[in-house]
């Protein structure tokens, strides 16, 4: 049953802005669906419930689309695979799916591994790293490498500060209700366009040195090749649009997500050492084939996906009048759903704020409650790239921890993550890496 969540619309309006994550986290006892604002034209509701979710996202997906969430990212991101609604996603999506099927993903782990090994052959023992911009690097050059052939150099800093520009412009459009205009000559909206512009180069440069290669085992060959049923090939916007959606979702959840990864192992040594003991049966280089002997480390990954999910957050909005729960919302109707805020939910997990990765061990995977955990959605806008994502993750930690050891550059820094488009650590994280004998 739908309950209000109390209180003056502007004063829960101040406490979300304030910190989103801890306001939808204190809702969470009031009731299985909270109305924010329950006497607007289209009121707000936050999701408690597995079930609620399941409806949303899967059972009665039809209801609903992503709505004013997706025309904002459409801004930069244009009409791609995340933003796209109804029968063009799905053909988007279909027409995508090859490029990240599991034979393929087997072929991009020898990318990701050797440009790990890239990564860390620059670190000195002993020397302060940004690990938060060295995994934006790292996954930046895995993505182009992977989805368009093309090899980056090393320095790709002014990319990835693009993407943190647009990304913070964007969070700031999706999380308020009257966002400043663009055309407003604020320092925000300067670099924004900055941003942009430069993303769009990079897709321009992509997209040219695909046209010049013959045609590859990549994403980059498939825009390329695909037709539509009059004989009529992609255009270079509709190209573009799909490129500068992968490039940023491809690279950037995967960087947070890692910079989580080795701040909490940093954290909890034992569980560090446990991925260690692992580890110590290989050789020099980790492969594809190597992952299923490496479950301990994925279920690292599961479990910081878990407390720190990129997508912490998930807008849905009612095309039609549609029933949840026996509840009918009416068309307009806007559902906020947080994975970290379900994932976070004691009736769901036992002690939750605890990083236990034997959570999902093989002996007690079956009791993870179905929609109480879902990092990367369910249904059809599940993510595409998810098992891309995962393999990625597991490698990249593996390489690393193999010939360094992740240590706090300053021990009394509080980790606060940074809800954003994607969920990262408040000013990044700077660790010194200690090579091991």
């Known amino acids: 049953m739908t309950v209000p969540l109390g209180g003056s619309q502007l004063r829960n309006y101040i406490e979300f802005r304030k910190d989103p994550l801890l306001f939808l986290l204190n809702t969470h006892t009031k009731g299985d669906i909270v109305a924010i604002n329950p006497h607007s034209k289209n009121t707000s509701y936050i999701i408690h419930s597995r079930e609620a979710v399941k409806q949303i996202l899967t059972l009665k997906e039809e209801y609903f689309e992503k709505g004013s969430s997706a025309r904002t990212l459409g801004k930069t991101l244009g009409n791609g695979v995340l933003t796209s609604e109804g029968g063009e996603h799905r ?100 670099n924004y366009k900055k941003g942009v512009k430069t993303l769009n180069e990079l897709a321009d440069y992509l ?26 090939s992609l255009s270079k916007k509709e190209i573009r649009d799909q490129i500068v959606t992968i490039l940023i979702a491809g690279h950037e959840t995967t960087a947070n997500l890692l910079t989580w990864v080795f701040a909490l192992l940093a954290k909890h040594p034992g569980v560090e050492e446990r991925v260690l003991s692992e580890l110590g049966f290989f ?22 996906l878990r407390l720190y999910p990129s997508a912490w957050i998930m807008l849905r909005e009612a095309k039609a009048d549609a029933e949840i729960l026996n509840e009918t ?94 969920l990262r650590i408040k000013n990044g994280i700077h660790m010194t890496a200690l090579k091991r004998s």
């Open 329 to 422: 919302f009416k068309k307009g109707s806007i559902f906020l759903i947080s994975p970290y805020v379900l994932h976070r939910n004691p009736a769901y997990f036992t002690s939750p704020e605890e990083f236990m990765p034997d959570r999902f061990s093989k002996e007690k995977k079956d009791q993870i409650p179905a929609y109480g955990y879902f990092p990367f959605g369910a249904g059809s806008r599940g993510c595409i790239g998810s098992q891309f994502a995962m393999m990625e993750a597991v490698l990249i930690t593996a390489e690393v921890l193999k010939h360094f050891r992740l240590e706090f550059a300053d021990e009394k820094r509080a980790l606060k993550p940074e809800p954003l488009v994607s």
């Open 283 to 304: 050789g020099s280089s980790l492969k594809f084939e190597n992952l299923k002997n490496l479950p301990y480390t994925n279920q690292v990954i599961q479990e910081v």
């Open 91 to 190: 053909q988007q999506r279909k027409m995508m799916q090859p490029a990240f099927h599991k034979r393929k993903i087997a072929g991009y782990a020898e990318t990701v591994t050797s440009m790990t090994q890239d990564l860390i052959s620059s670190w000195e023992s002993g020397e302060t790293r940004p690990i938060h911009e060295d995994m934006m690097n790292l996954t930046l050059r895995i993505i182009v490498k992977t989805m368009f052939g093309v090899d980056l150099s090393p320095n790709t800093t002014h990319i990835t500060k693009a993407v943190s520009e647009i990304i913070e412009k964007t969070a700031k459009s999706l999380l308020t209700p009257f966002p400043s205009p663009d055309f407003l000559p604020t320092a925000q909206n300067r």
């Open 207 to 232: 997209i040219e040195e695909g046209m010049k290669k013959s045609p590859g085992d990549h994403l980059m060959s498939l825009l390329l090749e695909t037709k539509y049923e009059n004989g009529q």
